[in-house]
């Protein structure tokens, strides 16, 4: 699991400009999942070679007339509960407010690595400013400027090496283990359904200590194969959680969700499909996990309500991006359909570590193609050469061509849709990337990792590089003595 970070600080002392800054830095840059256009205040990043999930928890308020002492108080608790780190960030313009004094006496209490960022130090001038956070009896603060970048990188390696250790999590996963994440609301039965399908079951193996936090796994053994429940604290051994700051909770969906091979989002059904449903799909779906809808306390649905068909109609409507995720109506209470559930999963998880064959994947293709061939880009025909399967978990495509960004959004679905039915992965989310063929294919991926091959691929590599520059420079040469020239003819 990533750890979290979560900036935290009253309104307006930068969280949003500092998150922007933290995650768009080149280093720290994590390929955005492609599709995604929610406005989001989480985001993956890398910072030497670490990697870690980064929540802006001002981005969860509903907007500054919300903005309570209390509830600015409530969050800052929230995140120290369910951060790994927390940056506080004060105002360094502003300067000391009574409001940071009742945080930083919160954050002084908690057990959690908390790091002091002093926003908005430009110059030599502002740093007169600081002297008065010492006030908060903090004996380190990081003077930085989200809005140009200063200080970041002391910051950054500081955060990063103060991260827990993660390693006895790492141990070797069992390709016949699926874990399984619970995401929803709060309130909407996830503790009954875990109770139901792991608390009650006489097989169940293990129940140990979580090796990170408090987080807790639990496995079973169901027909054959092993499922492990990722919970992230709080979903078993939850506190009083009130409607304001469940907004707040989601950090601990998105650590559980982030390591997942199939997510099980449950949704109240005496409800409805609400915003916060489909924001928690959101998360799903930019995990690249397998997913599954369960309408739950459908014992509690009217009976004149009881039409599946709505229910699903409306889902659909509003998580297209999950078009692939079955759905199903349970009662976590009743135990109607929930026996239902592993089986359903383990049908998702092998399509989602399906691996295609080669061939078959590249006549799926050349069919797509026959049948209905891609416009021209600029009066060019848009080729396509050669696609092949790079991973699984899910499975990702990569499909060669002499022009990637002219490929069309309807037509990547088009072709997307065509592996789906022919390779019969419908519940699955797939990844289908296009690639400039240069010259020739690079079969690296399927040439096995033996330390021969390593080492020739290195100097492929290292020549490469070396071609590549030896053409720049011919090419800068050249275009200078074309200026030259140009110049001379005048
Ligand atoms: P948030 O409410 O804590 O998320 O704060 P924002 O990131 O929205 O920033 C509030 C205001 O402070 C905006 O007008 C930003 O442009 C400004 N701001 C943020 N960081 C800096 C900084 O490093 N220097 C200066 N001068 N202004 C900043
Ligand atoms: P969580 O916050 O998502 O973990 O939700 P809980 O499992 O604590 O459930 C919240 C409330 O909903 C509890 O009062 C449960 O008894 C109730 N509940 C959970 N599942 C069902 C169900 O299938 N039917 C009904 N009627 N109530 C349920």
Redesign the pocket.
């Known amino acids: 699991m990533k750890p979290v970070v979560a900036l935290v ?1 009253r ?8 998150f922007n800054r933290i995650t768009r830095t080149r280093q720290a840059l994590v390929d955005d999942f492609p599709g995604v256009t929610r406005d989001r205040h989480y985001a993956d990043a890398v910072w030497n070679e670490k990697e870690f999930t980064l929540v ?1 928890t ?1 981005g969860f308020l509903l907007s500054d007339d919300d903005l309570f002492a209390a509830e600015i108080r409530q969050h800052v608790e929230i995140a120290v509960n369910e951060a790994d780190i927390v940056l506080f ?1 004060l105002d360094g ?1 502003a300067g000391v407010s009574p409001f940071d004094r009742d945080l930083s006496d919160i954050l002084r209490r908690s057990q959690k690595p908390v790091f002091y960022l002093i ?2 130090i ?1 110059n030599a001038s502002q740093h007169h400013n600081i002297p008065e956070f010492y006030s908060l009896g903090i004996d380190k603060f990081y003077p ?5 970048g200063l200080g970041m990188d002391e910051l950054l390696d500081e955060m990063t090496a103060a991260f827990p250790d993660y390693e006895l999590d790492n141990t070797p996963v069992d390709d016949k283990e699926i874990c399984i994440a619970v995401a929803g609301r709060p309130n909407v039965g996830k503790s009954s359904l875990i109770n139901k399908l792991f608390g009650e079951q006489r097989l169940m193996v293990s129940e140990q200590a979580g090796t990170t936090r408090d987080s807790v796994s639990l496995t079973i053994e169901y027909g054959g194969r092993r499922f492990k429940l990722i919970d992230t604290a709080g979903i078993r051994r939850k506190g009083k959680v009130t409607e304001k700051i469940e907004k707040y909770s989601i950090m601990k969906s998105l650590q559980s969700l982030d390591a997942c091979d199939v997510a099980l989002i449950l949704i109240d059904a005496s409800e409805g499909v609400t915003d916060q449903d489909i924001t928690i799909a959101g998360y799903a779906q930019d995990r690249g996990c397998g997913a599954m809808f369960l309408f739950n306390k459908w014992d509690i649905v009217d009976s004149d309500e009881k039409d599946q068909k709505k229910f699903m109609d409306e889902l659909r409507m509003q998580s297209k991006f999950l078009s692939f995720a079955p759905a199903m109506t349970i009662s976590a209470r009743t135990g109607l359909r929930t026996h239902k559930i592993f089986d359903m999963v383990e049908s998702i998880y092998n399509e989602y570590s399906h691996r295609i064959n080669t061939g078959l994947l590249n006549r799926i293709i050349e069919d797509a193609v026959f049948r209905s061939e891609p416009p021209l880009h600029k009066g060019k025909r848009l080729k396509f050469y050669y696609a092949t399967q790079v991973s699984v978990k899910p499975p990702t495509i990569v499909c060669f061509v002499n022009y990637p960004d002219a490929v069309h959004f309807s037509y990547k679905r088009y072709l997307l849709n065509q592996i789906r039915e022919v390779a019969e992965l419908e519940k699955t989310p797939i990844n289908l990337y296009f690639r400039e063929r240069t010259g020739k294919i690079d079969f690296s991926d399927r040439i096995p990792d033996t330390p021969a091959n390593k080492r020739y691929a290195e100097k492929k590599k290292r020549k490469s590089v070396k071609r590549k520059k030896e053409r720049e420079i011919q090419q800068e040469r050249k275009k200078a003595r074309e200026t030259k020239d140009s110049q001379n003819s005048f």
């Open positions: 600080g309104p307006n002392v930068g969280k949003s400009t500092l802006d001002g960030v313009r926003n908005k430009e930085v400027s989200a809005e140009h």
